[in-house]
């Protein structure tokens, strides 16, 4: 039985980078070589094929190739209009991440077997995650979890967390019984009450 709602709005964005040769220098990283259209289109298609794949409905844009934060700005209005951000991140740096990431719940979709590599396989954790600094996560916006490597099981898993989100939120929920959780007892309700308004 499929799960009834609204529409989780998802916006894919493309994140790469733009490299200039320069002679006896090493002037690229990882994953340069994309051919930026033909990932944008792979990306189209593959999404189109998890939307017919999943029981709940989700709307999913167009998607964006970003590599500045110019061009990160230009989309805003889109990723603000949106339930949830995948950001294909190929390249690009930090702030980029972080000007999208910051506005909406954001999922980071990288490839490491599953086509062209993608930078931010190797540099994540340490460089956004844990911003180089300790061995937590650092900034409010990201965490392990929100990292899908190669996998759009995993990525339908947060998905599918997204849309029931969004279509608990305000709602009001008659417990007869009582409200309990695993592991947190009495506390079900408190936790929960930013979602809903228990009775």
Not at 39 to 61: M, N, Q, T, Y
Not at 153 to 166: C, D, F, N, S, T
Request: aromatic share 10%.
């Amino acid at each position: 039985m499929g799960l009834r709602g609204s529409p989780l709005t998802i916006k894919p964005i493309l994140l790469y980078s733009r490299y200039s040769r320069v002679e006896y220098s090493s002037w690229r990283n990882w994953g340069d070589g994309l051919n930026v259209d033909s990932e944008a289109s792979r990306i189209s298609s593959e999404l189109e094929s998890l939307s017919r794949s999943l029981e709940f409905p989700i709307v999913v844009k167009p998607v964006s190739a970003v590599s500045s934060v110019g061009e990160v700005e230009g989309v805003l209005s889109d990723v603000d209009s949106s339930d949830v951000v995948v950001l294909y991140a190929a390249g690009g740096w930090i702030e980029h991440i972080r000007v999208i990431a910051s506005r909406r719940p954001t999922l980071v979709f990288i490839r490491h077997r599953s086509g062209q590599y993608y930078l931010w396989h190797e540099i994540i954790h340490a460089r956004f995650i844990r911003m180089n600094v300790n061995d937590e996560p650092s900034q409010p916006w990201l965490s392990y979890d929100d990292v899908i490597v190669d996998d759009y099981g995993e990525l339908a898993i947060r998905l599918r967390a997204l849309y029931a989100l969004k279509n608990i939120e305000g709602l009001r929920i008659i417990s007869i019984g009582g409200v309990g959780g695993w592991e947190v007892g009495g506390k079900a309700a408190e936790l929960a009450g930013r979602f809903g308004d228990w009775t």
